[in-house]
Nanobody
Framework: QVQLVESGGGLVQAGGSLRLSCAASGSIFGINSMAWYRQTPGKQRELVAAMASGGSINYADSVKGRFTISRDNARNAVYLQMNSLKPEDTAVYYC??????????????????WGRGTQVTVSS
C-alpha cells in the first residue's frame, strides 16, 4: 500500500517560518497532484496549496505571498515553506496525494491518500 508521512510541524512565534515535508512510500508508479490541507477544531479541512504533476500551483488566498509549495518527484515528496506565520495559521496540516501504485492484489490502482497530519502552532 502507500503511506504519506509528514514532518516539520512545531511551535513558532508569529512572523517566524516553518518548512513542512511529506514523503510518499510504497509501490508507487507515479503521483499526480500533491497538496497540503489544514484543519482546526470544529472547522472543515481546507486546501492550503496544491501542485499538479505538470507544475501548476494553486494557493488559498489566505496564504498567497507567504507560503510556497514545491515537489521533488524523484523522492515522491512535497514541501510547504511557510513564512510570516500568523496565529490564524495554527492548525493540523495534512499531506494529500493522488497516487498510482501497485496494490496488494497486484493491480495497478489510483487512489487519493492522506497523511496523519502534523501540528503547527503559531504564538502571538
Amino acid at each position: 500500500q502507500v503511506q504519506l508521512v509528514e514532518s516539520g510541524g512545531g511551535l513558532v512565534q508569529a512572523g517566524g517560518s516553518l518548512r513542512l515535508s511529506c514523503a510518499a512510500s510504497g509501490s508507487i508508479f507515479g503521483i499526480n497532484s500533491m497538496a497540503w490541507y489544514r484543519q482546526t477544531p470544529g472547522k472543515q479541512r481546507e486546501l492550503v496549496a496544491a501542485m499538479a504533476s505538470g507544475g501548476s500551483i494553486n494557493y488559498a488566498d489566505s496564504v498567497k505571498g507567504r507560503f510556497t509549495i514545491s515537489r521533488d518527484n524523484a523522492r515522491n515528496a512535497v514541501y510547504l515553506q511557510m513564512n510570516s506565520l500568523k496565529p490564524e495559521d495554527t492548525a493540523v496540516y495534512y499531506c494529500n496525494a493522488d497516487v498510482e501504485y501497485l496494490s496488494r492484489d497486484s493491480a495497478r490502482r489510483s487512489t487519493n491518500f492522506w497523511g496523519r497530519g502534523t501540528q503547527v502552532t503559531v504564538s502571538s
